[in-house]
């Protein structure tokens, strides 16, 4: 993290801490899953963490938010209400109903496919995206490459959680990638 960065505040850093539930051998054996449930049932952490994941892209001239399915969908669309942004959905292949665009990528367990409409973002789009958890980064970089394609620009990434030992941030270089808690 560059000095010029503050950094989000250990209290809450803390609490995030104390509300993910570590689930080993979900869903496929070897994976240690993390549970962002806790978190999101308690109603001030849930607005806390939304405000702090937003509150380095305020100044940004954010127009869209966009959310990975699913879990990204809980924490984008407050956080698009925050930043007075839309809100796009990243979903998985086949759930849009529109034309769209998709991808296919790698996960820490097995593969899959992301779609965004084609007509999700216009000329001077300023898109944020957001995640639950940066593990190895592929779903990232998918969503990056999509809503690239379709006209939008990334203003940056935010995160709740990053796993570091699976250097996800170095598929993202390009970009501002913040993440509050790091694991
Ligand atoms: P990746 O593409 O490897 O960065 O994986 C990120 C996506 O997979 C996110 O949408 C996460 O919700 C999910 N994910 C990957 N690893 C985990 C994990 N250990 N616990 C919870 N979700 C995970």
Redesign the pocket.
Known sequence: MSDTRRAPDAVLVDRIRNAIRDVPDFPVPG?????ITPLLGDATLFRDVTDAMAEPFAKERVTHVAG?ES??FMLAAPIAQRLNAGFIPIRKAGKLPGGTARRS?????GSAQLEIHRDACRPGSRVLVI??????????EATAVLIEEVGGQIVGFSFLLA?DA?H?GARLERFDVRSLLHL
Do not use: N, Q, S
Request: glycine share 20%; charged share 25%.
């Open positions: 994976i240690l899953f993390r549970d990975i879990r990204g990528y790698g996960l820490e367990y995640d639950d958890v940066l593990a190895t980064g592929g779903t990232a796993l699976l996800g």
